[in-house]
């Protein structure tokens, strides 16, 4: 530590170059060298009336960064200026006490953290408040003309250097605005296509929606007016073969069959299609009511062996000793069932054809599944996505054999959904098909729901 005794004009002239030298040697920047040396020059001239009055120059390294301390102590005299406390503590940090006995005041001004090491510090510190310190005071004119000269020259370079950053800065502001208007307007662009393609879109949609009832109410009146004279075909080779009617000759006969065949299965066209519009159409009405599951399959059987050849297939059906109980519209679930157990029938050369009925075991709602597995050919994995589209039957040389529409699986899919239940297959080719129905209990509730459900649909 150095110590110096205050006691003239001069001495404050050499205090104010010794502290600049010794923040210069402790690597302290040009500024903070300025603010120093002036900080102790103001108080040491403010403190040349005090009695026994020192200023003692050390180092602070109990804390990083190191610190250096610069102490004015006195015996006796007038208290410091507040105007002075208060134009040092703008410059460097300082604590201060003082009372009638004396006083002292203690300036702290860190240290670059990259500065040498403490022993160094203290060397070169040492070395340099060693020397002759002593100044003129046109010595001390000409240090502060220096400083301020430098302080002045430093001010205008970090002027010009914030003339070019906001310069920079505005340049950059230009290009963001520039760019905000062209993202702007390419968002403007592309809103206007979506609200085009949105409007285009709905002029297809109202389109497809005409097209879908203009088709459904094709279905409905061709159908309507198909079925009365296909009946009066059927009617008529009816009669033409019942034995009261005059006897026909073997070609004769042959060819009546032939006919009842044919009205038959235009009849089953007419029929479905009519139903399928329907359906589509939202025009079926659904009757819940308790269904007798073994009654049910019993008829199934019946229907299923009368229409078809069954010498090599066996129709397999479940006996329900325990039946179990389900609510739902008995003649839909027939011609579901009727459905698929006839087409799983025609595609089936040999083996068998199999209807399960058993409880769904998922807890979440009370529900039947009805599961009708054959033996056929199959349907190729490609396909199987297609045959629910109406009209459409999977290519093949057995399926050209068999008459149909293709609107079996689409319409049983179709009366499934609207139960509120659905409809899904598994088929491996050569193996057989696997369809299984899941329909709900339509129990107490469900007339409230249906309410509320068509309610919302006519809004």
Do not use: C
Request: no cysteine.
């Amino acid at each position: 530590m150095a110590a110096f005794a205050l006691t003239s004009a001069q001495d404050v002239f050499g205090l104010r170059r010794g502290a600049q030298q010794a923040a210069a040697v402790l690597e302290l920047e040009r500024q903070d060298q300025v603010r120093l040396a002036t900080a102790v020059s103001e108080l040491g001239r403010d403190r040349l009336a005090s009695r026994g009055l020192k200023v003692s120059f050390g180092l602070d390294t109990a804390e990083q960064p190191a610190a250096l301390v610069v102490t004015f102590s006195w015996a006796g005299g007038p208290p410091p200026a507040q105007e002075t406390l208060d134009l040092a503590a703008k410059l460097v940090r300082l604590d201060h006490e003082a009372d009638a006995g004396g006083g002292r005041i203690v300036i702290t001004q860190p240290l670059p953290a990259e500065a040498a090491d403490a022993a160094g510090q203290r060397s070169r510190l040492a070395e340099t408040l060693g020397g002759d310190a002593r100044s003129t005071e046109a010595d001390d004119l000409r240090a502060q003309t220096r400083d301020l000269i430098a302080t002045l020259e430093e001010t205008r370079a970090q002027r010009e250097e914030m003339r070019r950053l906001n310069e920079e800065l505005e340049e950059t502001n230009r290009g963001v605005l520039a760019l905000y208007s062209e993202l702007t307007q390419e968002l403007e662009a592309t809103n206007s296509g979506v609200v085009a393609l949105h409007s285009e879109l709905e002029d297809k949609r109202h389109q497809l929606l005409e097209a879908s009832e203009a088709k459904t109410r094709f279905w409905t009146n061709i159908s309507h007016e198909l079925r009365t004279p296909v009946n009066s075909v059927v009617a008529l080779s009816t009669l033409l073969l019942a034995p009261s009617s005059q006897a026909l000759t073997d070609e004769q006969r042959e060819q009546v069959e032939l006919i009842a065949s044919s009205g038959q299965t235009l009849l089953a066209l007419v029929s479905d299609l009519l139903d399928v519009a329907k359906a589509e159409a939202g025009h079926l009405e659904i009757h819940p009511e308790p269904v007798d599951l073994r009654l049910v399959v019993a008829h199934l059987r019946s229907l299923i062996l009368s229409s078809h050849d069954h010498e090599r297939v066996t129709l397999v059906t479940p006996g329900l000793t325990g039946q179990p109980a389900l609510v739902t519209d008995e003649t839909l679930l027939v011609r579901i069932l009727r459905n698929l157990l006839s087409n799983a029938m025609k595609f089936t050369e040999r083996g068998e054809v199999r209807l399960d009925v058993d409880i769904d075991p998922e807890p979440s709602a009370a529900a039947i599944l009805f599961t009708v597995t054959d033996t056929g050919i199959g349907i190729p994995p490609e396909e199987q996505g297609r045959v629910f589209e109406a009209f459409y039957q999977v290519r093949g040389a057995q399926q050209r054999r068999q008459p149909g529409t293709g609107l079996g699986l689409p319409y049983a899919r179709t009366l499934a959904e609207l139960l509120g239940g659905s409809l899904s297959l598994t088929s491996t080719v050569g193996t057989g098909t696997r369809v299984q129905v899941r329909l709900p209990d339509l129990g107490p509730g469900y007339p409230k729901e249906a309410e509320a459900e068509r309610a919302d649909r006519d809004e």
